[in-house]
Nanobody, 126 residues
């Protein structure tokens, strides 16, 4: 099993920044948590969960949703088993619970992700 714990959420004013972290631990057969591609997703109240960003296990491939491209940066430190999401120029419509997830390969598709954290809440005030 792979366990994921997000942190770094909170309240920020529109135009502000937050840096989310996702600490991974555990392993499945043949893989440690650092051998997984990692993704960030978000779910606003009353809306479906949506893809935000993803990074391959070595960090060589990165995907972003069009809505965050140029403002958000995903990165990882495999020595610390941690993935980060730096979010800049936040707007109130981005208020949501943010989740990290692990997949065998990098993807923007929710169904590709096998393990999920509990989420961290981000509130952007206007």
């Amino acid at each position: 099993q792979v366990q994921l714990v997000e942190s770094g959420g909170g309240l920020v004013q529109a135009g502000g920044s937050l840096n989310l972290s996702c600490a991974a631990s555990g392993r499945t057969s043949g893989r440690t948590s650092s051998n997984y591609a990692m993704g960030w997703f978000r779910q606003a109240p009353g809306k479906e969960r949506e893809f935000v960003a993803a990074i391959s296990w070595r960090g060589g491939s990165i995907y972003y949703s069009d809505s965050v491209k140029g403002r958000f940066t995903i990165s990882r430190d495999n020595a610390k088993n941690t993935v980060y999401l730096q979010m800049n120029s936040l707007n109130p419509e981005e208020t949501a619970d943010y989740y990290c997830a692990a997949a065998r390969r990098i993807s923007g598709t929710i169904g590709e992700y096998n393990y999920w954290g509990q989420g961290t809440q981000v509130t952007v005030s206007s």
